[in-house]
């Protein structure tokens, strides 16, 4: 072999190989940039759901104090119980506790040491039991929101801040004297929005969410069922079908907030339906799923093998027959899997229910499809934006349920597939 072919050989050879290293180092370049990029999400990931903890896990927790209540009947007529003073009784017993106070702004320190809710609750049980008045009870009621961020660790025990040096000593008395604890906080749950912190619960918007996506999942799933069955099995492929895949994949992208406009004009102003209703905020959020339901159920049907249909036609079955007794069962996981992730969507939906006045400060308990209400992503939007600190950790702990019930659906929609998921 001559010199130039040697040469040539040589440096062909040498050409290839850096040619090689070179892609080899881009390769492991990607693969690193892939694996930061993974580890970073996953850092911020940590901190954010830490924060929520860190912040929402103590609202789970209330603090209350311990009063010995004297159920005066000259304060507690029986004729007249409904509209009796019972802040009365909580003045009296709070004085009872200290004698030496004096003075009208002092006492009135004293009294906020107690919410105002505690008085709600001696209204209760004495409506519950008369065999109460003319009795001392020691019971523990609701401290108020200040207190509860102070035995929290969330406010700095000096006299600069929100307690004056008098309150401080009667709060340090309180704990020595064990008349100050911190149980679990069933208020949190049982009870529906308040302008008080320590009062304010997530059941009037648990409901109202249960209720909203009860009416969502009426409608949206066996019309987003019905409609990609149509389209996937019974209409003649041409211009007009291409015309509604084309649009159906733009309505999957539609920003929600538009959907929100669309049931205002529509549902409310046009067909007078009520504002702030569960019935409203449902069809709101059935426009808005239907896109995806529709999207995946026809991906689950074509999942079906044709060997199935052919078969069933061979026996002699009707094209219906076809698809409702062979198809639709088989394609029924991937249906479901679709709709519980629609429905997680809805369930995390906070703009279009804006748009449908379900913003609104409402405390009562929605009973109705009717009845005015609001959801627990409207919730959160509500307390993010109120003035006092507890607020911030009741924020953090409906975030914290709300996630909660995010991985349930969406856990339950992966069992599902996975249990009945067929593969051919």
Partial sequence: MTEKKKYNLHSVTDRVHSGLSRRYRAEKCFRRFGVCAIGLSLFFLVILFADIMHKGLPAFLQTQIKLAVFFDPELLPLENLETADFNALLKSSCRALFPGVKGRRSKKSLYKLVSDGAAYELRKQVLRNH?????TQDLWLIADDELDMLMKGNIARN???????????????LEQDGRLRRRFNLTFFTSGDSRDPELSGILGALSGTVLTLLITLMFSFPIGIGAAIYLEEFLKKGRFSDFLEVNINNLAAVPSIIFGLLGLGIFINFFGLPRSAPLVGG???????????????????????????????????????????????????GMLTGTIIGMARALGETAPLLMIGMVAFIVDIPKSFNSAATVL?????????????????????????????????????????RKFERRW
């Avoid at 006299?159 to 008395?173: D, H, S, V």
């Avoid at 339901?293 to 026996?315: C, Y």
Wanted: aromatic fraction near 8%; charge should be positive.
């Fill in 131 to 135: 065999k109460l008045i003319g009795t």
């Fill in 377 to 417: 992503p409207v919730q959160i939007y509500l307390w993010a934006d109120s003035p006092e600190r507890a607020f911030t950790e009741r924020t953090s702990a409906a975030i914290i349920v709300l996630l909660v019930f995010l991985v349930l659906m969406n856990a339950s929609a992966v069992y599902l597939r």
């Fill in 159 to 173: 006299p600069t801040g929100r307690f004056n040096q008098q309150q401080l000593y009667w709060i340090e008395k």
């Fill in 283 to 333: 069809l709101v959020l059935t426009l808005m799923t239907l896109p995806t339901i529709i999207i995946s159920s026809r991906a689950a049907i074509k999942a079906v093998p044709p060997s199935i249909r052919e078969a069933a036609l061979g026996l002699g079955a009707s094209p219906v027959q076809v698809v409702f007794h062979h198809v639709l069962p088989l394609a029924l996981p």
